[in-house]
């Protein structure tokens, strides 16, 4: 998978979460996928100050971009 493709299925899987961040008035964005396949994301909203978003990090936004592409090494917040 290219580069490109690797950043579109990325993309697709957030979008798959979003609504559930967007309906408790959260959100994330993309900020960058390294050479070694760790995908850095930032966490908005409501999402920052959440007191369980180290869950939503990995058992929703992590499992859901490996599901997408199983290839990916790790999911990070960036803040």
């Keep these: 998978m290219s580069?490109?493709?690797?950043?579109e299925q990325v993309e697709k899987a957030l979008?798959?979460?979003r609504p559930y961040l967007l309906n408790d008035g959260g959100n994330l964005s993309l900020v960058g996928i390294d050479d070694d396949l760790t995908v850095r994301i930032r966490l908005e909203g409501n999402c920052v100050s959440c007191r369980?978003?180290?869950m939503t990090m990995r058992l929703g936004v992590e499992e859901t971009i490996k599901k997408h592409v199983p290839q990916i090494k790790e999911v990070?917040?960036?803040?």
Excluded: L, S
């Design 15 to 17: 979008d798959e979460i």
């Design 3 to 7: 580069p490109e493709e690797i950043k």
């Design 52 to 54: 369980i978003n180290h």
């Design 76 to 79: 990070i917040n960036v803040e």
